[in-house]
Nanobody
Framework: QLQLVESGGGLVQPGGSLRLSCAAS????????IGWFRQAPGKEREGVSC????????NYADSVKGRFTISRDNARNTVYLQMSSLKPEDTAVYYC?????????????????WGQGTQVTVSS
């Protein structure tokens, strides 16, 4: 059974950093583009970043460009989201999702398989 598990969330002060991990089990990530999404209380889920199947193409939401970096290690079956210069508005539950395609997408509807999410709280 295809499963995605996020980890690495937590409480961090503004300006701090966190690295989220998305580990896959039951399937190999080689055939999937992966997206990171987030959902703050009372808001819709939004795309944060995505990476193509082999990693040659990445995309970022304007709100995180220059601060977040997505990467993948197919040998470890894991995708990472390095988050730096965190702001209070980055507070949300962060989800990773898999799309069986070479190309990634920032659209929630394009992804079928989702992790359970990890909480990121940016506060002093």
């Amino acid at each position: 059974q295809l499963q995605l598990v996020e980890s690495g969330g937590g409480l961090v002060q503004p300006g701090g950093s966190l690295r989220l991990s998305c580990a896959a089990s039951g399937f190999t990530l080689d055939y999937y583009a992966i997206g990171w999404f987030r959902q703050a209380p009372g808001k819709e889920r939004e795309g944060v970043s995505c990476i193509s199947r082999i990693g040659g193409s990445t995309n970022y939401a304007d709100s995180v460009k220059g601060r977040f970096t997505i990467s993948r290690d197919n040998a470890r079956n894991t995708v990472y989201l390095q988050m730096s210069s965190l702001k209070p508005e980055d507070t949300a539950v962060y989800y990773c999702a898999a799309r069986r395609s070479y190309y990634c997408s920032g659209q929630v509807s394009e992804y079928r398989d989702w992790g359970q999410g990890t909480q990121v709280t940016v506060s002093s």
